[in-house]
């Protein structure tokens, strides 16, 4: 009795499903593996068909005439056979696949490994990076407040150089060869005597004049003088910023507050934002920080640079 068709098929795709299921192979060596389990399972039941084949001959009588005793033997012996051949085949083919997959699997296995260990890896990372951005928040906060200490402190170093310079003025435009250093306190104080109208007599207030820095070109040195009324000091500024000062021998001279030099940073780094004041008509004043002070509806605001944010306009 040869083997059906339909049998060896549903043996086929059975034996296959099983064994890729199992092998969970890319689909390249399952194309593979799908022929040799299709080669394997058609030699099996050719070998079927001979061995049920030679039991028909053997069956057969000298004669010519087959033998009809025990029909029903015939084919329990011939599905015991069937039988006796798949188990063998799906053992070998399970062997064979077990042999293919076990380097796949111990690959897989020790990918899976690496990849614990990866995993293990990144999640310090992500912790470190937390604890990271944790301690750069509180180091940001700490540079915050140290540079607005550091900031407090300087104002108070210019508030007291300030102070010690309250009482001296500077002078720009004053000839060189005008008059030696030893009578320049002498030809200041007549000069200041016309200006403020003194009358012939009054106690004089300049206590010294010195120039500073070093000549460039023809440009003269600039004076400083100290002078030992605040009153006459106040007077000649309020003078020199109305511009109604006279000359100097025939000379133009200017006359500001001797403002320190970190003071005057400060103003000049707000420069852009005193030009919108004045645009806008709006009245500002500078502290002796060198803060620019200004009142807007109700509330002061200050400023020590374009970027302080302690002023809204």
Avoid at 73 to 90: G, S
Avoid at 122 to 147: G, P, R, Y
Avoid at 164 to 177: A, F, M, N, Q, T
Avoid at 260 to 279: D, G, H, I, S, Y
Wanted: charged share 30%; with cysteine; glycine share 4%.
């Amino acid at each position: 009795m040869a083997v059906p068709r339909e049998f060896e098929v549903l043996t086929l795709i059975t034996v296959k499903n099983s064994m890729l299921k199992s092998a969970k192979l890319k689909k390249g060596k399952a194309s593979k593996l799908e022929k040799k389990l299709s080669r394997s399972v058609s030699s099996y039941f050719q070998q079927a068909d001979q061995l049920s084949h030679k039991s028909r001959v053997g069956s057969e009588s000298p004669g010519g005439g087959i033998m009809d005793s025990a029909p029903e033997l015939k084919r329990t012996e011939e599905l015991a056979l069937f039988e006796t051949l798949i188990t063998d085949a799906l053992e070998r083919l399970s062997d064979r696949v077990e042999i293919m997959i076990s380097p796949i699997n111990e690959k897989l296995q020790i990918m899976n490994n690496k990849l614990e260990v990866i995993a293990e890896e990144v999640k310090k990372v992500k912790i470190q990076s937390e604890t990271n951005a944790e301690e750069i928040t509180d180091l940001q906060k700490t540079i915050s407040k140290q540079q607005e200490e550091i900031v407090q402190h300087q104002d108070k170093l210019i508030q007291i150089e300030s102070y010690l310079r309250h009482s001296k003025i500077k002078l720009c435009g004053v000839p060189e060869d005008m008059c030696t250093s030893e009578n320049l306190p002498q030809t200041l104080m007549s000069w200041f005597g016309d200006m403020l109208h003194l009358e012939e007599g009054t106690p004089g207030f300049v206590e010294t004049a010195h120039r500073v820095g070093n000549q460039r070109w023809k440009n003269p040195r600039d004076i400083i003088v100290q002078i030992t009324s605040s009153s006459a000091r106040d007077e000649i500024l309020s003078l020199a910023r109305k511009g109604k000062t006279p000359r100097l021998q025939n000379n133009k001279v200017l006359i500001f507050p001797d403002t320190p030099a970190e003071a005057l940073q400060r103003r000049k780094l707000l420069k852009e934002t005193v030009m919108t004041l004045r645009n806008m008509g709006q009245k500002y004043k500078w502290a002796p920080s060198g803060r620019l002070v200004v009142t807007y509806k109700g509330l002061t605001h200050t400023a020590y640079d374009e970027r302080s944010g302690h002023y809204q306009i």
